[in-house]
Nanobody, 123 residues
Framework: QVQLVESGGGLVKAGGSLRLSCEFS????????MGWFRQAPGKEREFVATISLRGDTTIEADSVKGRFSITRDNAENTVSLQMNNLKPEDTARYYC????????????????WGQGTQVTVSS
């Protein structure tokens, strides 16, 4: 069974940076597309970024493009989200997710989810 554990969240001032990490276990990491999503209170879970099996293709949401970047290390079974120039509207719980084969941006396409890590950006 796939298990995902996120870390790296916290409280940061606007304009600051955070790096989220997700540790993958239970199956062959290199056979899973990985994604990051976020959910703020009272809002639906939304797509942030996704990365292909080998890490050579990424898609980022328009709201984070140019500020966030997703990377993966298939030797370490980890996926990371570097978040720069954070804004108060980035405040949310961030979730790591995994799916097979192809890139996708809908939460319903992802089979496995972590418990999330909280990111709070103060103004």
């Amino acid at each position: 069974q796939v298990q995902l554990v996120e870390s790296g969240g916290g409280l940061v001032k606007a304009g600051g940076s955070l790096r989220l990490s997700c540790e993958f276990s239970g199956r062959a990491f290199s056979t899973y597309v990985m994604g990051w999503f976020r959910q703020a209170p009272g809002k639906e879970r939304e797509f942030v970024a996704t990365i292909s099996l080998r890490g050579d293709t990424t898609i980022e949401a328009d709201s984070v493009k140019g500020r966030f970047s997703i990377t993966r290390d298939n030797a370490e079974n980890t996926v990371s989200l570097q978040m720069n120039n954070l804004k108060p509207e980035d405040t949310a719980r961030y979730y790591c997710a995994a799916k097979d084969l192809t890139l996708a941006t809908r939460p319903s396409n992802y089979a496995y989810w972590g418990q999330g890590t909280q990111v709070t950006v103060s103004s």
